[in-house]
């Protein structure tokens, strides 16, 4: 292969510098937030981001400390408690989520039954109504099953996003051929079966991607907790970390500790599921 | 190995919309079938409600003997081959193969024993650890066609399992194929809508038109006596010459013309004494080239030539506005633009109602 030659032309040139300030405007937060939550009280008020000083490597280390870390973890904030209450609520909703979701997204794509146009249709018109508009009524509703101050009171409202079904009937018209379908259904696998063991694997990027979105949405959750949960011991940690601040002080030394150790367990699961966005399983299953 | 039954066989769509029409099909035990037409026929549909994946709207369909209106695919004993493979992609090609052998619960000695033997007889032999993904598309319908024999069903049913192979391939599958069906003698029903496929592979030919059954017969049957001018038409290639004019029938001597000139005069038998307006029909390999001076014979020219190896098509006017394809040897040295004396094979023509789809009106001994 001698034909390919590296060669910079102006669209690669203009695609580069703005990829670069895309990375520039992601990275910069991130780097701050690390920074900052090694930062002791005045460092991070004297420092936008290292501390500069007489220090080796020009850098004043009396400003740097792990200090912040441990006082999260002491009893007053209890983040240690939180941080089980939040894998424990996210892992749960993403499970149940992706399950249910694939569940009736494969049904509404492949299969036929009554009312299928009429369900098609409220799951749409259930896409277009905004969430904030539900806070009112699902707490009503809440309260009235007695579900308040429950994790299935957070749980249960979140196991089947109209969005998920959605998602996943789409992905079944994409990669899942009827035909294969109707093969298992000619090998003696019933309907149950048939989406479990063939339609589910042929699905995996989606339920890989889909269970990152839920985790990730249940993770990042504030109001709902907030609304739902009132014992302190059940909170999760975006709200236990909001708590550490004050109406007349910020604590901000605290506060970027606390978001630094939220993000490692969902950058933990993203770089568990990554292959599974990029992968094309569905491929050479059937003449494309 | 069953005998498969179709009795007056519906499909209505919602809508009043009619895919399959009052089909009655007897297919003995063992026979290999082929159902064959053009797109929409109805042919994939009557395969599909013989598996068991389209209802039936009316009639009643039997494999063995037992009417299997209401039973589900997997208990009609039947194996199908999709034209897209349908290979579980997320599967071996071992698995994939055993995958309904497991389903049905067989001992795993037996499994393994019948996936060496069906890899054996396709030469899948050094494919059983990968993917569909990895596979060529001639290996993926061998995988595919591995799955159906191993289940060793009563039923084969194919619907249009060459029609994504390159057409090298699809030859060389074709044969093998057929000698697999002489070798199971496995009932099998096959759809295509390659009339040279459905030729080559059918022991009985059924021919489909807008969901009708337009003719059932044996290839060669089908090919001399095509019943109507849609058979006439589909079946054979280059397709069947058609010339619309008057026919004349007295006393045993047949005369077509068409505008005033004379296209044929001469004696068909089994025709009737008639005056009307019809179709005359005339494969491209009937048509002879013929010397000047000889009897009945008509004066031609030349439009278009196309070599084929030791013969050639030519596409050859009569007349000025008749335009015909005939199939001629090669060594003729018969170029564009010249002219040349063509005669018809007498006993190979046909003649039609005049409709679009006419019956033939001079039927053979069938």
Known sequence: ?288 | MAAVELNSVWKIYAGDVSAVKDVNLSIESGEFVVLVGPSGCGKSTTLRMIAGLESISKGEISIGDRVVNDVAPKDRDIAMVFQNYALYPHMTVEKNIAFSLKISGMPKDEINKRVQNVSEVLGLHDLLKRKPGALSGGQRQRVALGRAIARDPKVFLFDEPLSNLDAKLRVAMRTEMKSLHQRLATTTVYVTHDQEEAMTLGSRLVVMNAGQIQQVGTPIDIYNNPTNRFVAGFVGSPAMNFIEGKLQVKAGQTRFSRNGFDIFTGSVSNLPDTESDAVMGIRPQSILLASEGSSDSIPAKVDQVEPLGDQMDIKIRIHDDIAMIARVPLQTGVAAGSDIHIAYDSGKIHFFESHAEGTRINRGAE
């Not at chain 1, 009396?62 to 200090?67: A, K």
């Not at chain 1, 492949?110 to 905004?130: D, N, T, Y």
């Open chain 1, 1 to 288: 292969m001698n034909g390919k030659r590296f060669s910079i032309s102006i669209p690669w040139v203009l695609v580069h510098l703005l990829l670069i300030a895309v990375s520039i405007v992601v990275i910069v937060p991130l780097l701050y937030l690390v920074i900052s939550a090694f930062k002791t009280e005045q460092g991070f008020l004297e420092h936008t981001f290292i501390p500069i000083g007489e220090g080796a490597l020009g850098i004043d280390w009396s400003q740097l400390t792990i200090r912040q870390f441990g006082r999260l973890f002491e009893s007053e904030i209890g983040i240690g408690r939180a941080l089980v209450n939040s894998v424990f609520l996210s892992a749960t909703t993403a499970v149940l989520a992706t399950f249910i979701c694939a569940l009736a997204g494969y049904a509404s794509a492949a299969l036929e039954f009554k009312g299928k146009r009429a369900f098609e249709w409220l799951v749409l018109a259930a896409l277009i109504i905004p969430p904030p508009l539900l806070i009112a009524p699902s707490y009503q509703w809440l309260h009235t099953l007695g579900l308040l101050d429950s994790y299935t009171g957070l749980i249960l409202p979140a196991v089947a996003p109209a969005f998920g079904v959605f998602l996943f009937r789409q992905a079944t018209l994409q990669s899942v051929p009827k035909s294969i379908l109707e093969a298992a259904r000619i090998d003696g696998l019933g309907e149950f079966g048939i989406f479990l063991v063939i339609a589910l694997p042929m699905l995996r990027p989606m339920v890989g991607a889909f269970l990152i979105i839920t985790f990730l949405a249940m993770w990042n959750n504030f109001i709902g907790p907030q609304i739902v949960l009132q014992s302190a011991e059940k909170q999760p940690l975006s709200v236990v970390i909001y708590q550490t601040q004050t109406a007349y002080y910020s604590d901000y030394g605290l506060l970027m500790a606390g978001t630094l150790v939220s993000i490692l367990p969902v950058a933990a699961l993203f770089l568990f599921l990554q292959r599974d966005f990029i992968a094309g399983l569905s491929s050479g299953a059937v003449k494309g």
